[in-house]
């Protein structure tokens, strides 16, 4: 089972930019398909992004040309950078791992876009 810790939320204007990282031990991060949810105040939480331990990585339509989401296998990190940051995007971001059926949640970090 993977343990995840994500950084480097924080607040920041919209229009600016801010970069999540993601930490995963106890497992061998490069065969998990890995990922990206966010989670708004009285919502629910959605994926913002994936990417497969091979393949393309996916988007969620309000993000697209925005974010942009990467790995480093040999750092077990995942990585989401977040450009042209709009109010509608803060929220608690959590990492994911899935394997088979199996995954693990980190414990999320708040990212606040408020001028």
């Known amino acids: 089972q993977m343990f995840l810790v994500e950084s480097g939320g924080g607040l920041v204007q919209p229009g600016g930019s801010l970069k999540l990282s993601c930490t995963g031990s106890?497992?061998?991060?490069?065969?998990?398909?890995m990922g990206w949810y966010r989670q708004a105040p009285g919502k629910e939480r959605e994926l913002v992004a994936q990417i497969p331990s091979l393949g393309i990585p996916k988007y969620a339509d309000s993000v697209k040309g925005r974010f942009a989401i990467s790995r480093d296998n040999d750092k077990s990190t995942l990585y989401l950078q977040m450009n042209h940051l709009k109010s509608d995007d803060t929220a608690v971001y959590y990492c994911?791992?899935?394997?088979?059926?199996?995954?693990?949640w980190g414990q999320g970090t708040q990212v606040t876009v408020s001028s």
């Open positions: 994911k791992s899935e394997l088979g059926g199996y995954y693990s």
């Open positions: 106890g497992s061998t991060f490069s065969i998990y398909t």
